[in-house]
Every structure is written in C-alpha cells, then in structure tokens.
T-cell receptor, first 115, second 116 residues
C-alpha cells in the first residue's frame, strides 16, 4: 500500500491564483482530513470528510473548499490565494471502528508559498 | 473545546540518555485518545505512540513510553536510550471518541535535539 499520497510536494503561487492540492489514500479509510501547519505551530484542521459526499468545516476553513466524490480522493481547493495561506498542508486518513480506530495516517505534506 | 499544551518549546539530550516531554490537555470528555507524533526534518508526521483514556496501563513502544495521569490531564512522553534519529519536533495530540468525528487537536510541539 502507498498509504496517503499528496501532490504536489512544493508549489509557489501568485496572489489571486487558484490551485488544487491532491490527496489520495489506498487503505479504504472512510475518514479524511486536511490540516495546515504554520511555522513553529501545531497542525490546524481545515476541512474533513466522514465519507464520500460528506464534508464539514474544521477550525480554519476560510479560503478553502473541498469535495469528496470517492472514498480514495479528497482534494483541497484554494480559490484566490493569499499570503496568509503560505503553509505546509497535510492530508490524513483514518478508519474509525477498527482496532486502531482513532489513529490518523498522514501524507508527506505540500509546501505552499503565496507571493 | 479541547486544548493541548506543550510547555517546552525546545529540549536537548545527550545520546543514550533519557528525556521526558510534557503535555497537558483540557477536556470534559471521559473517553478519548491521546497521541504523540514525531515530525523529523523531512516533515513527515509519524505516529510514535497512542493511549486510550479508559486504559489505566501506560502505553509503551520499544524505547518510547508514556506517563498518563488522567486526573491531572497529563500525558508525558519518555524516550529512553536517545538516538540521533530521535531528533525531531514532537507533537502531542488529542481526539475524543467520535463526538468530534475523531478530529485531532494538536499542541504547538517540542523540538527535541539529540546531541552526540
């Protein structure tokens, strides 16, 4: 299994541009999450999904959108990039109800810079 | 709302020695889970250890163990026989048993440096 994969690894955007951060998992996990990590800080939840077609806001959702059309994929969309969105973005997944019900597995992250 | 506090922004330890990282949390829940994640310079988030609040026995994973004090809402990580590869940022994290859809709340992290 590849686990949780994210693309791209790095990206530089200009203010006002849009982009989609891709996240995929091959563990058949129903829960998926997007976090951002600002310098010197812990991770903060942007959006999450408990299954295909179901998404909800986290702690810092402004400026982002998500969709979940399949179990495997959970893309994060930035519509009008702003410098405040410069951060490292992590996708994670989990499968509540199994023996490690609560453990989230993380992707390698995407470093985004908005200039 | 749950909060997680790591009061030690940075720590250092000599190779082969033991170090303890502190974490406190605040919650009104009775059932929950606690985690320590390691983030090396590669930025990958790696699960180190997890603890279920209803279990009184402290979790252990090889050189890593926790001291879970439920009444004090304390969850410290002990690393024995420290190795150079343990150099990383360590995050304490909390989730309840489903009421928040297993969302994780993270502390700000402790940067651990293991010196040769």
């Amino acid at each position: 299994n590849a686990g949780v994969t994210q693309t791209p690894k790095f990206r530089i955007l200009k203010i006002g541009q849009s982009m989609t951060l891709q996240c995929a998992q091959d563990m058949n996990h129903n829960y998926m999450y997007w976090y951002r990590q600002d310098p010197g800080m812990g991770l903060k939840l942007i959006y999450y999904s408990v299954g295909a077609g179901i998404t909800d806001k986290g702690e810092v959702p402004n400026g982002y959108n998500v969709s979940r059309s399949t179990t495997e994929d959970f893309p994060l969309r930035l519509e009008l990039a702003a410098p405040s969105q410069t951060s490292v973005y992590f996708c994670a997944s989990s499968y509540p109800g199994t023996s490690s019900t609560d453990t989230q597995y993380f992707g390698p992250g995407t470093r985004l810079t908005v200039l | 709302a749950q909060t997680v506090t790591q009061s030690q922004p940075e720590m250092s330890v000599q190779e082969a020695e033991t170090v303890t990282l502190s974490c406190t949390y605040d919650t009104s829940e009775n059932n929950y889970y606690l985690f320590w994640y390691k983030q090396p310079p590669s930025r990958q988030m790696i699960l180190v250890i997890r603890q279920e609040a209803y279990k009184q026995q402290n979790a252990t994973e090889n050189r890593f163990s926790v001291n879970f004090q439920k009444a004090a809402k304390s969850f410290s990580l002990k690393i024995s026989d420290s190795q150079l590869g343990d150099t990383a940022m360590y995050f304490c994290a909390f989730t309840d048993s489903g009421g928040s859809n297993y969302k994780l709340t993270f502390g700000k992290g402790t940067l651990l440096t293991v010196n040769p």
